[in-house]
């Protein structure tokens, strides 16, 4: 896919300052392929690169999303990353439910906006910078809790059906993009268990060799994605190059 972009693409990157996301920054500024990064979050960056332009905007929220929709101005987007994501807020008392008598519609409406309307909405509102004829891919996390093919245990209630709900809307997305945009990839990720502040509560019973660093977890996903080309827009990969059911 990246040889399908123009040299010194601009790419955008949502949750910047996230460990997937800012390791994501860190392995394209390492390519001189890359001309411009657009890094998005709440957070201060934590890179300096002159390449790299930081926004600090929530993007959950409409008004964030207008913002940057002004900022961009259209102009086009050539990869986007999504890399935000909810499992857990203790501040909110969010916690993945295993029973039915632990759903709230406070935990299952917040979760279900930061991993599933957040994403798309976005699509929808930065629109004018992936359609024309230029190449753009456009890759979101997801997880492989949200395959409704594989779920053989149950449990996690608001996460697995806030992912299942991030594909369908990222799917459809993609055939509407696809007219838009000839050459518009559009792809699901699932990233693996990554060390990081979302997985961290639940690390316990993770064996060793499949608690993977930020730094793998972006290579990975970004050769997935390099490998992919627009007729696989709208589909679902895992980080070793595998496809995931639905």
């Not at 406070?106 to 629109?127: D, R, S, Y």
């Not at 456009?138 to 608001?158: K, P, T």
Request: charged residues 15%; proline residues 6%.
């Amino acid at each position: 896919m990246f040889n399908l972009l123009p040299h010194h693409y601009t790419a955008l990157v949502v949750g910047a300052s996230g460990g997937i996301g800012a390791a994501i920054i860190k392995q394209l500024l390492s390519s001189s392929h890359v001309g411009h990064i657009i890094a998005v979050s709440r957070q201060p960056p934590r890179i300096d690169d002159p390449r790299l332009t930081h926004l600090m905007l929530d993007v959950s929220q409409e008004p964030g999303r207008k913002a940057l929709q002004k900022e961009l101005a259209a102009q086009p987007i050539h990869f986007f990353f999504n890399a935000i994501g909810i499992l857990h807020d203790k501040a909110q008392q969010l916690l993945p439910e295993k029973r039915l008598d632990q759903l709230s519609v406070e935990n299952l409406t917040q979760t279900m906006n930061i991993n599933a309307f957040t994403p798309v909405l976005l699509l929808a509102a930065l629109q004018d910078s992936f359609k024309g004829t230029h190449p753009t891919a456009i890759a979101s996390l997801s997880a492989r809790v949200g395959s409704i093919e594989d779920n053989q245990l149950g449990g996690w209630y608001s996460y697995r059906a806030s992912k299942a709900a991030h594909n369908m809307l990222l799917k459809t997305a993609s055939i509407e993009l696809k007219r838009l945009n000839k050459q518009s990839t559009v792809l699901c990720l699932h990233p693996g268990t990554t060390d990081t502040a979302l997985s961290k509560p639940f690390q316990a019973r993770v064996p060793h060799e499949k608690l993977f660093t930020t730094t793998f977890v972006a290579e990975q996903l970004l050769s997935v994605i390099a490998q992919r080309t627009p007729d696989d827009s709208g589909t679902f990969w895992d980080w070793n190059g595998q496809p995931i059911d639905w």
